[in-house]
C-alpha cells in the first residue's frame, strides 16, 4: 500500500502554537505529497489567518466547527482526511525536519495500523518546560512508558503524536468521547480489533506541555482520574504498576507526619531516589536548574496523578 499522508491537527485558542507547528512542517525533508488539516474546535481566538499564510508552501486545510473536545475533532479532520493514514498532533507540538520521513520508513519496514512517537524537549524550551518533559519521560518517573524505551510491552499511542490508518479508524470509528484517557481507550480497542500498535522512535515530536505548575498538576490529576475508568473498561489491561504514584504520595505523607514525631528515617529512602532524580535529569539536560525543578515537577506529576487516580477509583468515576 502505498501511504498517503494526512495530518489532523485539533486548535483551541492557540493560533501562535499552529503558526511554529505549520512552520516546522514546511522545513520537512520529505518528497512524498501530504496534507494538513486544521480543525478550528470552537476558538474564540481562531487561528484561520495564520493557517492561510501557509497555502503557498502547504497543502493545508483549514475547519471551523463547534466546540467538542480534542477527540471529537480529530475524528472529524479523519472524516474530512483525503490520505489512507492519518497523523495525529496536538497544536502545541513542533515536528524536526525527519519526521513524516522517519514515519515513512518505520512504516515501511515493520507497517501496523497504528503507531506512536515519543517527546523530546527542544532547546528553545523554558527551564520549566525542559523539566516537565524529563517527569514525563524519564524511565525513573513513568518507566518509559512514553516512548523513551522498546521493553515496556505493547505500545500504547498518545494522542499528540499518533499515528492510524483509514482501514484502523473505519473499523474504531476513532476517539471516544471520554475527556481524559481517550487516546489510551482507542488504543485498546485497536488491539481488541487485532490491529498492532508500534513506537517508531525515531518519529519524535518537540512538545511544548503546560507553562505552569499548577496547569501541569491539572493536566496530571486529568490523567489520574481516566486510568481508574480504563482499568474497570478493560480489565485485562490493568497494572499495579499504576498505583504506583498514589502509593508514593500516601507514603510520603505517613512518613511525614512519623517525621513530627520523631520517626523520619523512613525519608532517607525519598531523599535517595530524589537525589538520584536531580543527578539523572542533570546528565539529561545539562542543566542544575532544570534538574532541580525536575524535582518539583515529579512531585507535582505523582500528587497530581495519584490524587486523581484516588478519586476516580474511590469517590468519582470518570466519564
Keep these: 500500500m502505498k501511504l498517503l499522508f494526512s495530518i489532523i491537527i485539533p486548535v483551541y485558542n492557540r493560533p501562535q502554537e499552529i503558526d511554529e507547528l505549520l512552520e516546522s512542517l514546511t522545513k520537512q525533508d520529505f518528497s512524498d505529497d501530504f496534507e494538513v488539516l486544521i480543525i478550528e474546535d470552537g476558538s474564540e481566538n481562531p487561528a484561520e489567518e495564520i493557517v492561510n499564510s501557509y497555502k503557498n508552501t502547504l497543502d493545508v486545510k483549514y475547519f471551523f466547527k463547534d466546540n467538542s473536545g480534542a477527540g471529537a475533532s480529530r475524528n472529524f479532520g479523519m ?70 524505551k522498546k521493553t515496556v510491552g505493547k505500545f500504547q499511542p498518545r494522542s499528540f503524536n499518533f499515528g492510524i490508518s483509514k482501514k484502523a479508524f473505519t473499523v474504531t470509528n476513532g476517539f471516544s468521547a471520554l475527556k481524559y484517557g481517550e487516546d489510551i481507550d482507542l488504543t485498546f480497542r485497536l488491539w481488541e480489533h487485532k490491529f498492532k500498535t508500534q ?16 496547569d501541569f498538576f491539572k493536566q496530571t490529576y486529568n490523567f489520574g482520574t481516566a486510568r481508574p475508568y480504563l482499568n474497570k473498561k478493560y480489565p485485562k ?83
Design 199 to 214: 513506537l517508531i522512535e525515531q518519529a519524535f515530536v518537540y512538545h511544548k506541555r503546560r507553562s505552569s505548575i499548577s
Design 79 to 148: 472524516e474530512k482526511a483525503t490520505g489512507n493514514y492519518f497523523i495525529i498532533l496536538d497544536s502545541d507540538v513542533i515536528v524536526p525536519k525527519n519526521y513524516l520521513s522517519a514515519i515513512k520508513k518505520g512504516l515501511k519496514n515493520n507497517f501496523t495500523d497504528a503507531f506512536g512517537g515519543p517527546d523530546a524537549a527542544h532547546k528553545s524550551f523554558t527551564n520549566l518546560q525542559k523539566a516537565i518533559n524529563y517527569s514525563m519521560t524519564a524511565v525513573l518517573t513513568t518507566g518509559g512508558i512514553r516512548g523513551k
Design 237 to 319: 489491561t490493568a497494572k499495579i504498576t499504576y498505583w504506583f504514584p498514589s502509593v508514593f504520595i500516601l507514603f510520603l505523607v505517613i512518613n511525614l507526619i512519623w517525621a513530627y514525631f520523631g520517626y523520619g528515617q523512613f525519608l532517607y529512602f525519598y531523599l535517595v531516589y530524589f537525589l538520584i532524580l536531580f543527578f539523572d535529569s542533570f546528565l539529561q539536560n545539562r542543566s542544575i536548574i532544570v534538574a532541580f525543578l525536575s524535582v518539583f515537577t515529579t512531585l507535582t506529576q505523582f500528587f497530581g496523578y495519584g490524587l486523581g487516580f484516588l478519586k476516580s477509583q474511590f469517590v468519582k468515576k470518570n466519564s
